[in-house]
């Protein structure tokens, strides 16, 4: 981060300085709240969780190199105490953004923000010094600690942010007042905390209601709901999109043999043939999102193709597709699921597996509410109709409703089943896959399924499926 005395640190967090004997020293160094990742220049926050309270590790961190630690009590170390944790980060996060010639993009969405979140980091990386959310870090905690990493050089800050309840968009955007806001769209995830569309579209809107007047607001064109926040704005509008009143859009959109979208990219700029390295047709609009970005940034047409062209997954179990030595396709999407990104997998599955045969490890997807069963009911009928060629259901109720839509569908009999947990599959998966299979493996975090991809892909299961 920008380096800063413990001084100026205390008076930014309004705290008292503790055991500190030279308060001009300077944090130059990462925020962390893990002593683990403690660096010389350090400053350790000290969060109260569930089950360990970072206090305890205070003296620990300060051995590590740290300059102090942010505490709600004395430790024994030097530390600036204050009232709340999280409130200080935030303040000490808001400081220094303000005080950085950076430009802050924001972007939020149901589906999709991970992956374009690390594609806009990608091609903005090629213009500037750029700092972004790493992985799907993009709540209260994660999201002042991204930003803190940011020093003198960094000329763009791509910040991820995530919703559980109206007003949680809000309380991050003053923390980080964004001058581009991008909203990709409105699913259903999380629909059972939130109740409805409409109160999603209301939790994702408070994004570009936070923007200057000479800032952008970047909306999908595709999506109405998205689209309607237009009013909710006094920045500049820039539509994304297939629409042809996109002001960035896509035209001849297709999928290559393997899986990659591939599209020609037109800008107010210009135009530019697009081929990408991810798989599945959903990334088409994720790549539009992250090139309505760099068109408002500077960047050409062709700038903004090429390094599209060329970006890469950046986060872990997000279409993570490996090939074994066998010729066995795994396509670990298990990091999370929603029925969006769902529908999305399956299809990318459907395109990948043309004339291979193909298996689809589905779990729960979580928080939908009263919508679980029709969701997963619809997942499962949506397996058959892309002629998955077998679906396996992992888990409890959730996993049998999966199992029932694909079954009530096409009257699968043997082509689907329902296993227990993800041993269960993993046997199930070594016994019967053949060289040219592809599996895609997605459920929820909570569920667990990337254990399932990891078991396939080691020395074992790759001897166990020959």
């Not at 020395?459 to 166990?464: H, L, M, Q, R, T």
């Amino acid at each position: 981060m920008i380096a800063l005395s413990l001084a100026e640190t205390a008076s930014v967090v309004g705290g008292q300085t503790h055991d500190i004997p030279d308060p001009s020293v300077l944090v130059h160094g990462p925020v962390v709240i893990d002593s683990r990742q403690v660096k010389d220049g350090s400053l350790f926050a000290a969060f109260v969780g569930e089950r360990v309270d970072g206090h305890d590790y205070a003296e620990q961190a300060v051995r590590a190199g740290a300059v102090a630690v942010l505490a709600q009590h004395p430790v024994g170390v030097p530390a600036i105490v204050v009232e709340d944790v999280q409130t200080a980060l935030g303040a000490l996060a808001r400081h220094v953004v303000r005080r950085l010639g950076a430009t802050l993009v924001a972007l939020t969405g149901s589906a999709g923000k991970t992956s374009t979140k690390d594609l806009i980091a990608q091609v903005l990386q090629r213009k500037a010094p750029t700092v972004f959310t790493p992985g799907s870090l993009n709540n209260e905690i994660g999201l002042p600690l991204t930003a803190l990493t940011a020093t003198e050089e960094t000329r763009f800050l791509v910040l991820e942010m995530g919703a559980r309840g109206i007003g949680h968009i809000s309380y991050l955007t003053d923390l980080t007042p964004p001058q581009i806001g991008l909203v990709l769209n409105v699913g259903s995830a999380h629909i059972g905390e939130f109740g409805g569309r409409e109160q999603i579209a209301q939790a994702k809107g408070e994004l570009v209601e936070a923007l200057p007047a000479e800032g952008a607001a970047i909306l999908n064109a595709d999506d109405p709901l998205v689209r309607a926040m237009a009013s909710r704005t006094k920045a500049k509008v820039i539509l994304f999109g297939e629409s042809g009143e996109a002001d960035v859009r896509a035209e001849n959109v297709r999928v290559t043999d393997s899986g990659q979208p591939a599209f020609m990219l037109h800008t107010p700029s210009g135009a530019s043939e697009v081929t990408m390295r991810l798989y599945g047709e959903h990334h088409v609009s994720n790549a539009l999102a992250a090139a309505a970005v760099a068109h408002e940034l500077g960047m050409s047409a062709s700038e903004i193709a090429t390094a599209l062209s060329e970006a890469g997954s950046l986060s872990r179990w997000r279409m993570e597709v490996t090939e074994r030595p066998d010729g066995v396709t795994i396509v670990n999407d298990a990091y999370n699921a929603n029925p969006e990104s769902m529908r999305a997998a399956l299809r990318a599955l459907a395109a990948m597996g043309r004339g291979r045969r193909t298996w689809a490890v589905l779990g729960k997807m979580a928080e939908l509410g009263d919508e679980a069963l029709a969701e997963h009911d619809a997942v499962g009928r949506l397996a058959v109709r892309l002629n998955v060629g077998k679906l396996v259901a992992v888990g409890g109720r959730e996993a049998s409703w999966l199992q029932l839509g694909a079954y009530n569908e096409g009257s699968w009999g043997e082509e689907s089943v329902h296993v227990s947990d993800a041993q269960a599959a993993v046997d199930l998966l070594r016994s019967e896959l053949r060289p040219g299979d592809v599996v895609l493996v997605k459920a929820s975090r909570s569920v667990g399924l990337e254990s399932v991809a990891q078991a396939l892909l080691d020395a074992e299961g790759e001897v166990a499926a020959r």
